[in-house]
Nanobody, 123 residues
Framework: QVQLVESGGGLVQAGGSLRLSCAASGRTFSSYTMAWFRQAPGKDREFVAGITRSGGSTSYADSVKGRFTISRDNAKNTVYLQMLSLKPADTAVYYC????????????????WGQGTQVTVSS
């Protein structure tokens, strides 16, 4: 079990940028595949970006490719989501997840979830 705490959300104008952080507890962070999901009001939670344990492989939703970058620092037990060229459609609560149960990035079955951080992009 790992506890996840997201930070870095806020209000930003369209075209702006934010960097989200997800700090994990415990000494086994480097053994977890990590991902970011988001949920907009009235919509289902959706996959945004994922990163393997070593950081050697990443995956992105088509809607954020070329604008968002996921990275991790295993020495700091933290995963990041750099978001550039933000759009109003990116407005959502962003969640960090660790240790997938399913076999695809988009599968919502992850063993550990954070509480989320709100990102609001104004037009």
């Amino acid at each position: 079990q790992v506890q996840l705490v997201e930070s870095g959300g806020g209000l930003v104008q369209a075209g702006g940028s934010l960097r989200l952080s997800c700090a994990a507890s415990g000494r086994t962070f480097s053994s977890y595949t990590m991902a970011w999901f988001r949920q907009a009001p009235g919509k289902d939670r959706e996959f945004v970006a994922g990163i393997t344990r070593s950081g050697g492989s990443t995956s992105y939703a088509d809607s954020v490719k070329g604008r968002f970058t996921i990275s991790r620092d295993n020495a700091k037990n933290t995963v990041y989501l750099q978001m550039l060229s933000l759009k109003p459609a990116d407005t959502a609560v962003y969640y960090c997840a660790a240790d997938p149960i399913g076999s695809s990035w988009a599968d919502l079955r992850w063993r550990n979830w954070g509480q989320g951080t709100q990102v609001t992009v104004s037009s």
